[in-house]
């Protein structure tokens, strides 16, 4: 049985774990203790309030430079099942998301090469115009590196334009995993990790807040989670920006990693747990709103996850494609009402929230 009462110790004079502190949980099998430290450090900062959203996912566009190696979703140009959304069927799905009680629309697609940087400013431009109400969480870290490159502007003057024309967040996708020589093998042709906190920090300067995120589960090792979690939170102490930490589930199925039998299985339940919890007591006092995103994760899953230090269960997710590319089997949206039922289920309050973590209403 593992020694964990240095860790417990600290946890309960509130101190922060260091890298040592995190190998000593990433390595312990005492999965119960853990979740239940975990807890009680979730119960002591944000009390038994789930958040969640009423939110639509638009992808814009599926060709890709990148072609990430852990990823289903990209096609090449005139490849079968390629797409790029005109910005009126852009606007036709928010019109819809709204008509359904969206508040929020997360817009994020790929590094297409015959995207010009007017496109992704029209895009918010448009959106802003149609619907000022609807939050506009679009672009990751990834994206906006790609929009400078293309335009020839720096980060931060892309940043500024795009929250000229209506950007209200940047969602926190393309952090996969930091270490760089793991980045190397998963995502070769991707920004450094570096970069990615670079252009965050960028964006928290310039007061436009975002998400954070970790793909686990494919060939990372216990260390490199460890890093990860603790790069975001070195960033997160000099910027204040991060709303959101979100653990990704990697989902094998069409992969490059599955093809060529790199990676054939995906992360266990006991593995998004202890990553969940994890994520809790080495990121706690710092990003305090853990995400058990149940399209990755379902339904069930997402409950559970619950009492192991996540306190927001995303959103309603009208139209996801991307996990669903690699095999997700989740439901491709969450009604409301089902979502309140599962969080209600799971012993917690449900409380509907805004992008940026204002309560709309405890239900």
Known sequence: MEDLSAVINKVGSSEELDF??????????????IGALADNVRKR???????????????YSNVCNSKCRFCAYFREEGQKGAFTLTIDEIIKKAEKASNMGATELHIVGSLNPGLPFEYYEEILEKLHEN?????????????????????????????????????????????EIFNESTRKQVCPDKISGEKWLDVMETA???????????????????????????RIRELQKRTHGFQAFIPLRFHPDNTYLS??????????GFDDLKTIAVARLLL?????????????????????ALHYGANDIDGTVMEERITHAAGG?????????RLIHLIRNAGRIPVERTSNYEIIREL
């Not at 040592?20 to 203790?33: F, I, S, T, V, Y």
């Not at 928290?204 to 998400?211: C, D, P, R, T």
């Not at 093809?259 to 266990?268: A, C, L, M």
């Open 204 to 230: 928290h300067g310039l007061g436009i807040k975002s998400n954070a995120t970790m793909l686990y589960g494919h060939i990372e090792t216990k260390e490199d989670i460890v890093d990860h979690l603790l």
């Open 131 to 175: 619907y000022p109400e609807l939050s506009l969480k679009a672009y990751t870290a990834v994206e906006i590196a790609h929009l400078s490159s293309i335009s020839g502007m720096s980060v931060r003057d892309v940043l500024l334009r795009l929250k000229k024309a209506g950007l209200t967040g940047l969602p926190g996708g393309g952090g």
């Open 45 to 59: 900062t944000v009390g038994d309030r789930v958040m969640f959203v009423s939110n639509c996912h638009i992808n």
């Open 259 to 268: 093809k060529n039998g790199i990676v054939t299985k995906g992360p266990t």
């Open 20 to 33: 040592d502190d995190g190998m000593l949980l990433m390595e312990a099998k005492n999965l119960p203790l």
């Open 329 to 337: 089997v989740a439901p491709e949206y969450m009604p409301k009402d």
């Open 284 to 304: 706690n006092g710092y990003v305090n709103n853990i995400k058990s995103y149940w399209v990755m994760l379902g339904e069930k899953l997402s409950q559970i």
